[in-house]
């Protein structure tokens, strides 16, 4: 089965300061690949979602950007970040034989 | 935006069976029901889905209408692992994959 692997963990960073986000997929050949935000006691909100190397479809309009230079990796990024990007960032990867969606352990941003 | 309807919070006896109700009213033909939960700071688990027919697996069990407008997810003996918030989800376009706000499950010894 797909495995997803999510970096940073954990960070803290100043409003207005850049942002990378990295996921990388194994087990895998071709995933649908998805990045969603919960913020805190929220539910999930989809933010993108690509079908492969530099198809991206953005569901929100807002601060973020994301980019899939490699079938396999998926990046989330910001130029200037708000407080109000805090959350936990979540990388998906479909494209099961039944369809369901492999999580990463997530990213949590705080922005101060 | 979520296609679902869930109930905020639900509690359950451990031992005992939890059915958790979600409504899609809008859901379409082709479009299948999903069910994940999520435990606290991780990402979200698959649990089971359905297009029709009800389904069971060896964690779960899901009834879904023939109207198709609402399923129930069951948990037939719940433990306090299960303690955890559950999604109901509809697959949109066969691709995208919405979720709601969940149902926060609490599991009472």
């Known amino acids: 089965s797909q495995t997803i692997h999510q970096w940073p963990a954990t960070l803290v960073q100043p409003v207005g300061s850049p942002l990378s986000l990295e996921c990388t997929v194994e087990?895998?050949?071709?995933?649908?690949l998805y990045w969603y935000r919960q913020a805190a006691g929220r539910g999930l909100q989809l933010l993108f979602y690509?079908?492969?190397?530099?198809?991206i479809s953005s569901e929100v309009p807002q601060n973020l950007s994301a980019s899939r230079p490699q079938d396999r990796q998926f990046i989330l990024s910001s130029k200037k970040l708000l407080l109000s990007d805090s959350g936990f960032y979540l990388c998906?990867?479909?494209?099961?034989?039944?369809?369901?969606?492999?999580f990463g352990e997530g990213s949590r941003l705080t922005v101060l | 935006d979520a296609k679902t309807t869930q109930p905020p919070s639900m509690d359950c006896a451990e031992g005992r069976a939890a059915n958790l109700p979600c409504n899609h009213s809008?859901?379409?033909?082709?479009?299948?029901v999903y069910w994940y939960r999520q435990i606290h700071s991780q990402g979200p688990q698959y649990i089971i889905h359905?297009?029709?027919n009800n389904e069971t697996n060896e964690m779960a069990s899901l009834i879904i209408t023939e109207d198709r407008k609402s399923s129930t997810l069951i948990l037939p003996h719940a433990t306090l692992r299960d303690t955890a918030v559950y999604y109901c989800?509809?697959?949109?376009?066969?691709?995208?994959?919405?979720f709601g706000s969940g149902t926060k499950l609490n599991v009472k010894p």
């Open positions: 809008t859901i379409s033909g082709n479009e299948y």
């Open positions: 359905g297009l029709k």
């Open positions: 087990g895998t050949s071709n995933p649908n």
């Open positions: 690509s079908v492969g190397i530099g198809q």
């Open positions: 998906a990867c479909g494209g099961g034989l039944i369809g369901e969606l492999f």
């Open positions: 989800i509809v697959e949109y376009n066969f691709n995208k994959f919405y």
